[in-house]
């Protein structure tokens, strides 16, 4: 599973990993375009459910060009997706990684600017744990 995804434990709450995730993010070209918070919007739906789970999707615009120009089935993994979410107590940030779901293309060149984006949100990932 360690091929499809990524992620790190952090001691900050749900709240503050997002906070710092939002910052670090903006610190590499990258915004956040919407967040869902997923005990909320099920709760609204009638769902109980109670576990702390973000999700949040990103994009770098130029980044996310690139590589719509190179081959629109990329659309199908953009926005990039980061979960901040709770395991037994502990808060965790994470994302799959785009490489994982680029390789599915078999475009050598995209597979570049997958590990690319993957390196920077890892980073960012990272000094939002810290």
């Known amino acids: 599973m360690e091929d499809f995804h990524f992620h ?3 001691q900050k709450s ?3 990993a997002v906070a710092a995730l939002e910052g670090s993010l903006k ?4 915004g956040v375009l919407w967040q869902m918070d997923i005990p909320s919007k099920l709760q609204e739906k009638g769902v109980e459910f109670t576990k702390p789970y973000r999700i949040l999707e990103v994009c770098n615009p130029h980044e996310a060009k690139e590589v719509l120009l190179r081959n629109e089935l990329v659309g ?9 979410y709770d395991h037994n107590g502990q808060t965790f940030i994470g994302l799959p990684k785009p490489t994982a779901l680029m390789g599915v293309l078999g475009d050598h060149e995209l597979m570049e ?15 939002a744990a810290q």
């Open 8 to 10: 790190v434990a952090t």
């Open 14 to 16: 749900i709240d503050e």
């Open 27 to 30: 610190e590499r070209g990258f």
């Open 76 to 84: 199908y993994f953009l926005p990039c997706k980061l979960v901040v």
């Open 113 to 127: 600017t997958a590990r690319r984006i993957e390196a920077t949100l890892q980073d960012a990932i990272r000094d």
